[in-house]
C-alpha cells in the first residue's frame, strides 16, 4: 500500500489549496482516508476523515467550514481543499490509511496517528504574507 501526498505550497492568509493523496498499485475505493498535519515542533493531529463510500465525514473543528475532504474513484484519489488558509495552518500534511475504515475513523478523531500503518510522505503547506 503506497500513498503520495501532493499539492502543497506556499499561499498568503485567506487563500486556497487544494492536496491529493493518491494511491499507486491498489485501489483506494475500500479504504477510508486520513489527513493528518504536524507543524515543527508539535504533535501530529488529524484533520479530516472520509469513509470508503464517502458517506462519512470528520473535520477537526479547527478546520470545520474551511476545508473539505471528497474521493474520486475514478482517478484513485482523494482530495483536501483548503479555503481561508490561515497562518496557524502551517504544517506538513499527511494522508494515511489502515485495513479498518473505523480504525482510520478512530485514528483520525483522537489525533493517534501511530495506530495507522500505511502513510504517505507529506506536502508542505506554508501559509505566509
Known amino acids: 500500500v503506497q500513498l503520495q501526498a501532493s499539492g502543497g505550497g506556499l499561499v498568503q492568509p485567506g487563500g486556497s489549496l487544494r492536496l491529493s493523496c493518491a494511491a499507486s498499485?491498489?485501489?483506494?475505493?475500500?479504504?477510508?482516508i486520513g489527513w493528518f498535519c504536524q507543524a515543527p515542533g508539535k504533535e501530529r493531529e488529524g484533520v479530516s476523515y472520509i469513509s470508503p463510500s464517502g458517506s462519512s465525514t470528520y473535520y477537526a473543528r479547527s478546520v470545520r467550514g474551511r476545508f473539505t475532504i471528497t474521493r474520486d474513484h475514478a482517478k484513485n484519489t482523494v482530495y483536501l481543499q483548503m479555503n481561508s488558509l490561515k497562518p496557524e495552518d502551517t504544517a506538513r500534511y499527511y494522508c494515511?490509511?489502515?485495513?479498518?475504515?473505523?480504525?482510520?475513523?478512530?485514528?483520525?478523531?483522537?489525533?493517534?496517528?501511530?495506530?495507522?500503518?500505511?502513510w504517505g510522505e507529506g506536502t508542505q503547506v506554508t501559509v505566509s504574507s
Open positions: 494515511a490509511t489502515d485495513q479498518s475504515p473505523s480504525s482510520v475513523a478512530v485514528a483520525t478523531q483522537t489525533s493517534r496517528s501511530n495506530d495507522l500503518h500505511y
Open positions: 498499485g491498489f485501489t483506494l475505493d475500500y479504504y477510508a
